[in-house]
Nanobody
Framework: VQLQASGGGEVQSGGSLRLSCAASGIDESINAMAWYRRPPGKDRELVAAMTRAGATNYAEAVKGRFTISRDNTRNILYLQMNIVKPEDAAVYYC????????????WGPGTLVTVSS
């Protein structure tokens, strides 16, 4: 199982960035997929999640600025980050879950987002 997050980089405060996560090696149905982030010196936190049916859940800090979406046929998860703030700087990770809520695989290396002012 591999969950490869990509698309990170440096973005100016107020700018936009789109992250992608490709899930591979999963031979059963994926239900929820989610983005997490670990800001420097802090714990990992949930950013946004989406079920296969399209239900979404966002952290309060990103509501109205970030949009999660997914391509169910290709098992790719996206995170559109708009109006990026300095506090959005973090390593972003993705995760996929089975129908019973079990996570597939382990945490990957994530993708680093840095925010410049």
């Amino acid at each position: 199982v591999q969950l490869q997050a990509s698309g990170g980089g440096e973005v100016q405060s107020g700018g936009s960035l789109r992250l992608s996560c490709a899930a591979s090696g999963i031979d059963e149905s994926i239900n929820a997929m989610a983005w997490y982030r670990r800001p420097p010196g802090k714990d990992r936190e949930l950013v946004a999640a989406m079920t296969r049916a399209g239900a979404t859940n966002y952290a309060e800090a990103v509501k109205g600025r970030f949009t999660i979406s997914r391509d169910n046929t290709r098992n790719i998860l996206y995170l559109q980050m708009n109006i990026v703030k300095p506090e959005d700087a973090a390593v972003y990770y993705c995760r996929a879950y089975s129908e019973t809520g079990q996570p597939f695989g382990s945490w990957g290396p994530g993708t680093l987002v840095t925010v410049s002012s």
